[in-house]
């Protein structure tokens, strides 16, 4: 199985402040198509998990421009240009490229 | 968008079956996608189960392979999760999703006796 590493586990940050999580993954996750199906997922205090990126760097429905994806073969980054208090929540990255899909151990942000 | 609902027995005893449903609204089964089961626990974070097709393929997760059948029921726009020979370590909150883009509320599955 594919194993997707996250950093860091908690991260507080100030209201209108920048954040970064960092996914690596245990092997590549360029698929045989082409493609790379790593996705962030973000979950809020009793929500299910909602997904706010796919392929990398592709913004979901609804999903506000300060969310950004970036990244390749093993390593990505989940990007929020300026922290809003509806942020609060955890995240997670996920990889479809490969069976089974794994998921992170998911990053927690919170507010400082 | 496409919505889901998961649905059943709260409270399953330690060897029984767990048995959901996931009813979909607000677009078809049928339609070419992936209706995935994830469940979410404390000790294991969120573990991927399985999925189906509409055409009846299907993939599971081999850790829970021997225990999982994943079905769909076309004529009701729903599809189901059978877990076999439940323990304790199979209490989570379980989601229906398509393709882990829209996700269902999830429902908590305890096993107890």
């Known amino acids: 199985d594919i194993v997707m590493t996250q950093t860091p586990l908690s991260s507080p940050v100030t209201l209108g402040q920048p954040a970064s999580i960092s996914c690596r993954s245990s092997q590549s996750l360029v698929n045989s198509d082409g493609d790379t199906y790593l996705n962030w997922l973000q979950q809020r205090p009793g929500q299910p998990p909602r997904l706010l990126i796919y392929k990398i760097s592709n913004r979901f429905f609804g999903v506000p421009d300060r969310f950004s994806g970036s990244g390749a073969g093993t390593d990505f980054t989940l990007r929020i240009s300026r922290v809003e208090a509806e942020d609060v929540g955890v995240y997670y990255c996920?990889?479809?490229?490969?069976?089974?899909?794994?998921f992170g151990q998911g990053t927690k942000l919170e507010i400082k | 968008q496409v919505q889901l609902q998961a649905s059943g027995p709260g409270l399953v005893k330690p060897s029984g079956t767990l048995s959901l449903t996931c009813v979909v609204s607000n677009g078809l089964i049928s339609t070419n996608n992936w209706w995935s089961w994830v469940r979410q626990s404390p000790e294991k974070g969120l573990e991927w189960i399985g999925e189906?097709?509409?055409?009846?393929?299907?993939n599971y997760n081999p850790s829970l392979k021997s225990r999982v059948t994943i079905s769909i029921d076309r004529s009701k726009n729903q599809f189901s999760l059978k877990l076999t020979s439940v323990s304790a370590a199979d209490t989570a909150v379980y989601f229906c999703?398509?393709?882990?883009?829209?996700w269902g509320q999830g429902i908590l599955v305890s096993v107890s006796s």
């Open positions: 189906i097709h509409p055409s009846g393929k299907t």
């Open positions: 999703a398509r393709e882990r883009t829209f």
């Open positions: 996920t990889q479809g490229s490969q069976l089974p899909y794994t």
